[in-house]
């Protein structure tokens, strides 16, 4: 705001927020909300008139998952209160605590009111921005209301902490699903007590909260029913246009995947191509964001003969799509392409998150093949930020137990997919804070469009999941953990002979790269994972999280990454002792991955070579697909 911040109010204005010098009064608000309502009431009856004679467009109702039915919320709070319940002395313990803190409260404003600055009685945790507008620490009402609010949170926390007889799972849902409710409860969701929000509103006389109105029909057609805050200015990305954008043609497609080979850019080429295998809960162009911001185009650029796959958004008709399929019709199929294209028999091969899980695999098949070409093809693996031990998911394991996964598989039997938005969802909850309430604050009360921001784009473009695949997927790897144990997890190959795998038979030379902020694949589990593995590894830990660790090109010089020699599996010890170094682990991949690209240097490569006729540009027509 450019206008001046106020002192906070007076003792006359006691209990209301103060303005200051600002344009209005706190007076005007009751007259400005009554202007609000008249400015945006035919644009209200429009909306309700145009889908009042087609109540067809809320289509998502259709097959709509409850996620907290399936999570089982209910049933976990109702365990939750019955115990406490149960326990008077402990109950009474929870009570005098919380009038405890109405007095600490009650004696904080007092204090605040007189002039005094007495020592906060809570503080935001860190990393927690909600609070950042000066008014919650320089205004007396603001500030004794984001210490009731924060006193509250952490009542109920302790209360969670306090209840007997929870399992160890029940209690780390409760406290997240808890902490949930309560971020969904904050002051800064809500106009009159959002400090930034009101002075918004007096300062332009409602206008931020006519837009925001706007905005919120918008984005509720756009949600066919469902009320999602925008994430991205509408147009600012388009796949092909301003993002996806590195030159390159797709040389084939099966009903999984296209693949896409890049054009070269350099005057010789590297002799062993890369094949790069992306998740699929996630389109690949995460890999190819902006030309800025691409790691595809910098791979080109350092003379790899780089292909990737690009996998298909499945619908209803992918339903038994297995896992095995997904090794058949991706990476195996991509293998025999790439032979065709270049001559090569080899490939250095990346997979990303599940991408890398699928990989880890197609590694563990060709491993039990007796014909040593087979064996070999893949020359090296990298593994970024990739589970292969699901021992700890970290805060995905909230999601994860038997009865959420038995509900979630009988509801992705009845409609064949998991639908991409709730995946969304899902992992949205692990940061509400940061990627659901930010946008409706700044939407909703604020009026504001967001900025443009790539990753944002690329996470809200949904993918569906198939049925047979997910299903399995969690049931064998997140809930089983099985594909650590040898001959846990079982691949049908291309001739539909199942293989048990054995992750101790890949010798490949692996690259192991995690993030020291992932919520999806925290580190100190991608460390114990290259433990399963018995060829030679290099274990990388970048800064920050799941997609920012991993998009982070050389010349930001960003974040920084950690290495250390020392073979642990012991991440305290390795952390302990690891070098860190600037910059990115793009340049520390790239020098590791060039010994096994061959020392001989080729001719760069066109897309599909002499002997395939592309199918078209890149980034091809399935990664347009939206999810349905």
């Not at 209005?24 to 209200?44: C, R, T, W, Y």
């Not at 999984?256 to 162009?285: D, H």
């Not at 290259?530 to 998009?551: Q, R």
């Not at 599996?569 to 990115?584: I, K, L, T, Y």
Request: charged content about 25%; glycine content about 8%.
């Amino acid at each position: 705001m450019s206008s001046p911040r106020h002192t906070g109010p007076k003792s006359a204005d006691l209990g209301a927020p103060g303005l200051g010098s600002r344009p209005g009064s706190f007076e005007d608000l009751p007259q400005i909300l009554a202007d609000v309502a008249a400015k945006s009431q035919d644009m209200i009856r429009e909306f309700s008139q145009r889908h009042a004679i087609d109540p067809g467009w809320q289509k998502t109702a259709q097959g709509e998952l409850d996620l907290s039915s399936v999570i089982g919320v209910p049933e976990l709070f109702a365990e939750l209160t019955r115990r406490f319940l149960s326990d008077p002395q402990r109950l009474a313990h929870a009570q005098a605590a919380f009038w405890q803190n109405g007095l600490k409260v009650l004696t904080y404003f007092n204090q605040r009111l007189a002039g005094e600055r007495p020592k906060p009685i809570a503080e935001p945790k860190a990393g927690d921005r909600r609070f950042n507008d000066p008014d919650w620490t320089e205004d007396p009402y603001f500030d004794t209301l984001k210490q009731q609010y924060l006193l509250f949170y952490q009542w109920l926390e302790d209360m969670v902490l306090d209840t007997e007889g929870l399992s160890a799972q029940e209690r780390k849902k409760a406290l997240f699903f808890t902490r949930c409710a309560v971020d969904a409860m904050a002051p800064t969701n809500f106009l009159f007590t959002n400090p930034e929000a009101l002075h918004e509103t007096i300062e332009t006389r409602g206008d931020n909260l006519v837009r925001g109105i706007r905005l919120a029909l918008e984005d509720m057609e756009h949600g066919h029913g469902r009320l999602t805050p925008r994430t991205n200015p509408a147009g600012a990305f388009e796949v092909g246009r301003n993002i996806a954008t590195t030159p390159g043609k797709v040389i084939f497609q099966n009903d999984l995947m296209e693949l896409i080979q890049y054009a070269p850019r350099t005057e010789k080429a590297r002799k062993t191509p890369l094949l790069i295998v992306p998740p699929w809960i996630n389109k690949y162009y995460i890999l190819d964001l902006t030309e800025d911001k691409s790691f595809i185009k910098w791979a080109v650029d350092q003379g790899h003969t780089v292909f990737v796959i690009s996998w298909v958004n499945p619908d209803q008709r992918h339903a038994a799509v297995s896992f095995s399929d997904y090794m058949n019709q991706g990476p195996l199929a991509a293998l025999d392409i790439i032979e065709q294209a270049t001559g090569e028999t080899q490939v250095n091969a990346a997979g990303y998150c599940i991408g890398g899980t699928l990989l880890a695999c197609t590694l563990g098949y060709l491993a039990q093949r007796k014909k040593a070409k087979t064996k070999d093809r893949i020359k090296s693996a990298t593994f970024l930020t990739t589970l292969l031990d699901f021992g700890d998911v970290g805060e995905l394991s909230v999601f994860i137990d038997e009865g959420l996964i038995s509900r979630l598989e009988h509801h992705m039997q009845d409609h064949g997919i998991l639908h991409g938005r709730e995946m969304t969802a899902t992992f949205s909850l692990l940061r509400a804070n940061d990627l659901v309430w930010q946008f409706a604050i700044n939407s909703y009360l604020l009026g504001r469009e967001p900025k443009p921001f790539d990753i944002l784009y690329w996470n809200a473009d949904n993918t569906n999941m198939p049925a047979a695949m997910h299903a399995d997927y969690l049931r064998s790897m997140y809930l089983e953990n099985r594909l650590k144990e040898p001959g846990g997890v079982t691949m049908k190959g291309p001739d539909g002979k199942a293989v048990g795998i054995d992750l101790a038979a890949i010798k490949t030379p692996c690259y192991f790269l995690a993030t020291r902020e992932d919520h999806i694949a925290p580190w100190a589990s991608v460390l114990a994972s290259t433990k399963l593995v018995s060829g030679p590894v290099k274990f990388t830990l970048a800064g920050s999280g799941h997609v920012a660790g991993v998009i982070n090109p050389p010349h930001r010089k960003k974040y920084g990454y950690w290495t250390n020699p020392e073979k642990t599996a012991d991440a305290q010890v390795w952390r302990e002792s690891a070098a860190q170094h600037p910059g990115s682990w793009w340049s520390d991949w790239g020098a590791w991955v060039a010994r096994h690209a061959g020392t001989k240097s080729v001719p760069p490569r066109q897309p599909g070579g002499k002997r395939i006729k592309p199918l078209g540009d890149a980034p091809g027509e399935y990664v347009k697909k939206s999810a349905e």
